[in-house]
């Protein structure tokens, strides 16, 4: 559901700045309250049904304990979310959906805009070129990770290819030292199309005048860039780093592919540890308190990034306004 | 980003050739481990699949592989299962995105806060959190496999039936959308389903469009949520599949890679449809800056 945090990032500037559009007021008079409920009345029945009372009662478990008695929980208070402090494997999982972020957004905001700035160009092919760069985005996630795992095996073509060129094999997948940069790679090769096509979509709609206006200064393409390009791709890029930093901590598919969390946890991640201890081992309060922090951490990073947005946004506004 | 520096015959020449160099690097990049994964498929039992350096195009190339995973995996089953649950929960989850969107985009009604945080609370909470509680919930209200195939059917699209993206994302559209036309259908004397129906959902077309892709490939390539559902392979969807086979015959990649380039037909019929909505970037990022 990677994709719909774009909608949401965007809206949320609406929501909370601009809750009434203009158009509302006239508009209330075409239906009436009733006609309304009438439609929305089961849509918001389901929402409430697989949304709220889950989200309600995975608060209410995370404070119990089901470890003695899987129907006979015990009331623990904050006691769950107190252990998982001291849990090594949950802080484990934490310090690696960390490294993983670390690899990951830094790559997903540079090289998908290196792509960008090579298709945006007009020339014959490049529709084609874009289909293909895109391609990965439409695979699903278990059937990419399949792809890598026979690339990345210990016998598998990027072994092959280094010992053709007489280097040394490496256990990309099974040594801990490498595993978590592997999955990196195979998470950022599948996204790179994605982000590409962000930068795509704000790079269309720079105005050319201020590119020839920089050239008849004598400014080099390089400064053009510089001073001109990287600018005005901030705001995608604030989002960009939002989006990855979120598909990061919801890592799991790839990952349970790639490795099934091992060699030895040296590869879980947040997610995995949730799953793990629900469906594993069935302690429901320690998964569902690791649930509640883990959408804590998420409410973190969109609180992050509005800030960011707005430092950002009120910038340009002291910079025109300067310029005046 | 038209420069308008004129470039000698060499310089002209020199940017074409970096250019193409580029073009290759970023194809070849996005193809070559899939074609390695087909070569992989097109082997034959003769044949290593391991040698130094790596053989790209197949001694003799066979398609015995795909025969005897199609035998051995019921994909039909599976795709089939992937599909009804996709088209379900894709269905339900744009419907909703209409109704709720334009309901709250455009008037003002009794519980319309309620209505607004419950579908910002929503995006707020990801699905990992409250996957557990709703997996009990589904267990006490008998949607599980053990009831069949319709109630795990249902107790797969459940969750992804209505999400406040999709919702957030029409009642955005909606606030550019001029209300006029909305207002002569009624003074006409149009229904408020005949209005939704014959003037919002024209004029929506695109962002509709949008839902449908995303909603759809999302739940498509859904793993967690049927992981946790389902156990017997009968009612396996295909990402459930493709790992299934994987712990079958972890020896065999020829077979593993067969199946695996079986499963990604449907998503490239499915991409060559909607390739031209796609690579819109528009509909991709769904920001307008």
Same mark, same amino acid.
């Given at each position: 559901? +990677? ?14 700045? &601009? ?28 929402? $409430?049904?697989?949304?709220?009372i889950? %989200?309600?009662?995975? =608060?209410? @478990? ?12 015990? @009331?623990?208070?904050? &006691? ?11 802080l +484990? ?14 790559? $997903? ?8 700035? $090579?298709?945006?160009?007009? !020339? ?5 070129? #874009?289909? !293909? ?21 210990e016998?598998g ?21 490498? $595993? ?8 950022? *090769? ?31 393409? *390089? ?16 989002l ?6 979120l598909?990061?901590?919801?890592? @799991? ?25 629900? =469906?594993g ?35 340009? @506004? ?7 | ?12 020449? !020199?940017? +074409?050739?970096w250019? %193409?160099f580029?073009?290759?690097?970023l ?27 790596p ?25 089939l ?14 419907t ?9 985009? #455009? ?33 006490q ?32 559209a ?8 909305e ?8 229904? !408020? ?11 929506? +077309? ?7 892709? =995303? ?62 909505a796609?690579?819109?970037?528009d ?7």
């Amino acid at each position: 559901m +990677k994709e719909y945090h774009l909608f949401y990032l965007e809206s949320l500037t609406l929501l909370f700045i &601009a809750p009434a559009t203009a158009n509302t007021a006239k508009a209330s008079t075409l239906a009436s309250s009733k006609t309304i409920w009438s439609l929305l009345g089961l849509p918001t029945l389901v929402l $409430v049904l697989v949304f709220l009372i889950p %989200a309600l009662a995975s =608060f209410v @478990f995370s404070l119990f304990t089901f470890e003695n008695d899987l129907y006979h929980p015990v @009331f623990v208070g904050l &006691a769950n979310y107190q252990a998982l402090f001291q849990n090594g494997a949950f802080l +484990k999982c934490l310090l690696q959906t960390f490294l993983l972020g670390l690899v990951i957004i830094p790559s $997903v905001m540079i090289l998908p805009l290196g792509m960008a700035s $090579v298709v945006v160009q007009p !020339f014959k092919g490049s529709t084609f070129v #874009r289909l !293909f760069a895109y391609s990965p985005v439409m695979i699903s996630m278990v059937v990419s990770a399949t792809i890598w795992k026979w690339v990345l095996q210990e016998d598998g073509l990027l072994n092959g290819l280094i010992q053709a060129f007489g280097g040394k094999p490496v256990a990309w997948l099974t040594d801990p030292n490498f $595993v978590l940069g592997s999955i990196a790679c195979v998470i950022v *090769w599948k996204a790179l199309g994605y982000y590409m096509m962000m930068y795509v979509g704000r790079l269309q709609t720079l105005s050319p005048d201020w590119y020839e206006a920089a050239s008849i200064e004598g400014a080099t393409a *390089w400064q053009q860039f510089w001073h001109i390009t990287l600018p005005q791709l901030r705001p995608t890029m604030v989002l960009v780093a939002t989006v990855s930093s979120l598909a990061t901590l919801k890592l @799991f598919s790839e990952i349970y592919v790639l490795t099934k969390g091992g060699p030895l946890h040296n590869s879980e991640t947040l997610v995995f540890f949730i799953y793990d201890q629900a =469906f594993g081992w069935l302690n429901l309060g320690t998964a569902c308190a690791a649930g509640l922090l883990f959408a804590g951490l998420i409410i973190g990073v969109m609180v992050v990034q509005e800030t960011v947005k707005y430092q950002l946004s009120r910038n340009d @506004f002291k910079q025109t306004s300067g310029g005046n | 980003m038209q420069t308008t520096i004129v470039l000698t015959p060499r310089q002209q020449l !020199f940017r +074409k050739v970096w250019l %193409a160099f580029w073009c290759l690097v970023l194809v070849s990049q996005a193809v070559a481990p899939v074609a390695w994964l087909l070569s992989t498929a097109l082997k034959s039992n003769q044949e290593a699949l391991i040698s130094i350096p790596p053989q790209w195009i197949p001694q003799q190339p066979t398609l015995e592989n795909f025969q005897a995973v199609w035998d051995k995996i019921p994909f039909l089953a599976f795709g089939l299962n992937s599909l009804i649950v996709a088209i379900i929960s894709t269905s339900l989850n744009v419907t909703s995105a209409l109704l709720m969107g334009y309901c709250l985009g #455009r008037y003002n009604f009794v519980g319309k806060p309620w209505l607004n945080a419950l579908v910002l609370a929503s995006m707020f909470v990801p699905f990992q959190v409250t996957m557990i509680p709703l997996y009990l919930l589904c267990l006490q209200l008998g949607l599980s496999e053990a009831n069949g195939i319709i109630p795990l059917y249902i107790a797969l699209a459940l969750p992804f039936c209505v999400s406040g993206f999709g919702i957030i994302y029409v009642k955005n559209a909606v606030a550019s959308l001029p209300v006029a036309l909305e207002e002569s259908a009624i003074l006409e004397g149009a229904s !408020f389903l005949q209005l939704i129906w014959h003037v919002v959902m024209p004029a929506l +077309k695109p962002t509709l469009i949008t839902c449908v892709i =995303f909603s759809f490939l999302a739940q498509w390539g859904e793993f967690l949520w049927p992981s946790v559902l389902i156990n017997s392979p009968e009612h396996m969807t295909i990402p459930l599949g493709l790992v299934q086979l994987q712990s079958q015959f972890s020896m065999n990649w020829r077979w593993v890679a067969a199946g695996t380039i079986i499963s990604l037909i449907p998503s490239f019929v499915f991409f060559a449809f909607m390739q031209k909505a796609l690579l819109n970037p528009d509909s991709v990022g769904g920001v307008k800056e």
